[in-house]
């Protein structure tokens, strides 16, 4: 059974940082998409970034990039997601998301595009101006 879990969000200042974990379980990394998601108040859940195969098919919206960073411990089953420079714009309740199994050719862009199947519970960013 795959699960998610997410953690670390919380209420920072603008220009700050913060990294939100997501613990996750029943799939090899490899053979799945992994994304993060956010959803902000009155607004559709956007995918912001995701990750195929590794870092080396990584997608980044462009309201991310630059500034947002996924990254995996493939060894702890975690996924982790660094933000920084953060702006009252990114406050949302966050949610890693996990979609498999996919094949080599499978588009990180898509994962995020089209959503995941499995979802962990969202934690709430907050961006204080």
């Known amino acids: 059974e795959v699960q998610l879990q997410a953690s670390g969000g919380g209420l920072v200042q603008a220009g700050g940082s913060l990294r939100l974990s997501c613990a996750a379980s029943g799939f090899t990394f490899d053979d799945y998409v992994i994304g993060w998601f956010r959803q902000a108040p009155g607004k559709e859940r956007e995918g912001i970034t995701c990750t195929a195969k590794g870092t080396s098919n990584t997608y980044y919206s462009d309201s991310v990039k630059g500034r947002f960073t996924i990254s995996t411990d493939k060894a702890n089953n975690m996924v982790f997601l660094e933000m920084n420079n953060l702006k009252s714009d990114d406050t949302a309740v966050y949610f890693c998301?996990?979609?498999?199994?996919?094949?080599?050719?499978?588009?990180?862009?898509?994962?995020?595009?089209?959503?995941?199947?499995?979802w962990g519970e969202g934690t709430l960013v907050t961006v204080s101006s």
């Open positions: 998301g996990a979609d498999g199994p996919v094949d080599k050719y499978y588009s990180a862009f898509t994962g995020c595009y089209y959503g995941m199947t499995y």
